[in-house]
């Protein structure tokens, strides 16, 4: 087994379910068709998590897109569709499928059974490299939202080699995801990962720290250099702040990306380079477009593939394992160090206006403060730091929570629905995090475990019908 892969990655099978009407030499058709490719897949079971499988659908309604909701953890869990009759779903149909969380809409064809392992095989190898100790030691975060970023981005640094555009707000991990997609390149394997900034770039030698120069080209040219061009040459080059770039330097940029070329500030050799290009802005590129301050033929180079890094504001969930994280960093010689429940408290509720590297600056001041045995406590947390009112329990019932509350009553949707949407949310999301152990889940939510499975029941009723698939 490669280092850092977790056993449960090298040996687990996708659920296989059949959905509606069930045509029985249709369903053998597709189980001995997936067996005879070498595909091993099992029973979707209730009371345990689904993990990745295979829903193949029989009629096209509203239960299926809950059905659907539920099973793939409102898309977390990959979800492989296929209809089971021609001419069931159409075009709009197939979107419809993966808003509601299927990764993907397969039709029965003849080689569908290759096509549904490569799939499930390229999956697994993306989340084989997001649970190794290469990945998770950099960039760490259990949120979904965090983890679908970087499944993304780690297929796209192992799998291509287009040029990447990370947007995002000062201070959300951007340098530390390009130096992830450099050390992911299959191409880029031991050579340079060379990070230009382009909010220091001087305007009059801009020129030479990108192409280089030749001894005597200019005033204090005392000998020749080369540049980021000539330095990233088989490896990565890193613009961060791209949008900074001034005009003139984009057209030049855009001509080395294009031919692969250049030539030293006062030389006349043409010299080649190949790298990959990696791009990270927290300006909005298309609006700079629109206002002349950006070339639209540059961002397209730039940008074969765009990723949003989220801001900590939208990822709470991984406060705490950055806060504990951070804190295995500065406190090495202490690793069983952890933070009393009202730090805990503090740190979720606190604000972060700069995002992760701000959360890190803070837990360097804590960590500092820390003396003698025991978990950091609130006499760790700096005096200039501390809230005005305190955090409290309620500081959860945020702006994100008011924002769905409200669009759910422009929607017309009722009290009684919406108190149901909260409750199958926060059950959903305590089995998950106890993986499927109800007894500590009920624990987590403050039930007894009969109450939790009778809340569960309920819900599955309320929701169409039971979700618990039969046996096949």
């Known amino acids: 087994m490669r280092r850092g892969i977790p056993e449960e990655f090298m040996h687990r099978e996708p659920w296989l379910h059949f959905w509606g009407p069930r045509d029985e030499a249709v369903s053998k058709a597709i189980d001995e068709c997936l067996r005879a490719a070498g595909m091993r897949v099992r029973a979707l079971e209730a009371n345990r998590p689904c993990g990745e499988g295979i829903l193949c659908f029989s009629q096209f309604d509203e239960e299926l897109y809950a059905f659907l909701r539920e099973v793939s953890r409102n898309r977390e869990e990959r979800v492989l569709a296929i209809p089971t009759a021609d001419g069931l779903i159409d075009a709009s149909s197939i979107w419809q499928l993966l808003r509601a969380g299927a990764a993907d809409v397969v039709a029965r064809s003849a080689n569908m059974a290759d096509l549904i392992k490569a799939r499930f095989e390229r999956w697994h190898a993306v989340d084989q490299l997001v649970q190794s100790e290469a990945v998770q030691s950099k960039l760490v975060g259990v949120s979904p939202i965090w983890r679908s970023v970087l499944r993304q981005i780690v297929e796209v640094a192992q799998f291509t080699a287009g040029s990447v555009l990370l947007i995002g707000e000062s201070g959300t991990g951007k340098e530390l995801i390009a130096r992830l997609i450099h050390e992911l390149d299959r191409r880029a394997s031991g050579k340079e990962f060379v990070i230009l900034d382009c909010t220091t770039v001087v305007a009059e030698l801009s020129g030479s720290e990108f192409f280089g120069h030749e001894r005597g080209a200019f005033t204090g040219a005392v000998g020749a250099r080369d540049g980021a061009f000539a330095a990233a ?29 250049y030539k030293r500030v006062g030389g006349n050799v043409w010299n080649r380079t190949d790298f990959r290009l990696v791009c990270a802005t927290n300006k909005d590129l298309p609006q700079a477009i629109e206002r002349a301050e950006f070339r639209s033929d540059l961002y397209y180079r730039i940008a074969s593939w765009v990723f949003r890094v989220p801001c900590l504001h939208e990822r709470r969930e991984d406060i705490l394992p950055l806060a504990q994280h951070f804190l295995r960093v500065f406190r090495p010689d202490t690793p069983d160090l952890e933070f009393d429940r009202p730090v805990r408290e503090y740190l979720v509720s606190r604000t972060y206006p700069g995002n992760v590297r701000d959360l890190r600056q803070l837990i360097a001041r804590i960590s500092s403060r820390h003396v003698g045995p025991g978990p950091i406590t609130v006499g760790d947390i700096p005096a200039d730091e501390h809230p005005q009112d305190g955090p409290t329990r309620g500081g959860w019932r945020d702006g994100d929570f008011e924002r769905a509350i409200r669009q759910a009553l422009i929607m017309g949707v009722g009290l009684k629905e919406i108190g149901q949407a909260a409750t199958d949310t926060a059950m959903r999301i305590a089995v998950d995090n106890e993986n499927g152990n109800l007894q500590l889940a009920a624990r987590q939510l403050g039930v007894t475990d009969r109450a939790l499975q009778m809340r569960r029941a309920a819900s599955r009723k309320h929701n169409g019908g039971s979700h618990h698939p039969d046996e096949r």
Do not use: N, S, Y
């Open 233 to 261: 040459h088989g490896g990565t080059l890193f613009l961060d702040e791209v949008g900074e770039l001034p005009m003139p330097l984009q057209a030049q940029l855009l001509r080395v990306i294009q031919e692969g070329t």
